[in-house]
């Protein structure tokens, strides 16, 4: 079991940056697949980046060379740095993670979730 909760967003201006924050607790996010998402309002959330076990990253077409994935697992979090970020990055952003996972970037093969940080960038 693991429980996650997310931090670090907020509302910034086009081009700017921001760090997200996911603390897990109750287990050790060694052993998991960690995961970022996103969901805008009235779209279906998609996949961000990933990372395994082996600290290998994968990140959807959208956001590669603006954003990075990196876990800390002697403190039990994950982070996704977010540089030259858009409008369209806009999207509460949730933190998954599983122990089995077949598809790094969609959602169906995640079973535990943060509640979401709120990212909002303005043009």
């Known amino acids: 079991e693991v429980q996650l909760i997310e931090s670090g967003g907020g509302s910034v201006q086009a081009g700017g940056s921001l760090r997200l924050s996911c603390a897990a607790s109750?287990?050790?996010?060694?052993?998991?697949?960690m995961a970022w998402f996103r969901q805008a309002p009235g779209k279906e959330r998609e996949g961000v980046a990933h990372?395994?076990?082996?600290?290998?990253?994968t990140y959807a077409d959208s956001v590669k060379g603006r954003f990075t994935i990196s876990r800390d697992n002697a403190k039990n979090t994950l982070y996704l740095r977010m540089n030259k970020l858009k409008p369209n990055d806009t999207a509460m952003y949730y933190c998954?993670?599983?122990?089995?996972?077949?598809?790094?970037?969609?959602?169906?093969?995640?079973?535990?979730w943060g509640r979401g940080t709120q990212v909002t960038v303005s043009s």
């Open positions: 998954a993670a599983d122990t089995v996972v077949a598809g790094a970037l969609s959602p169906d093969w995640y079973d535990n």
């Open positions: 109750g287990d050790n996010i060694e052993q998991y697949y």
């Open positions: 990372i395994d076990r082996r600290e290998i990253a």
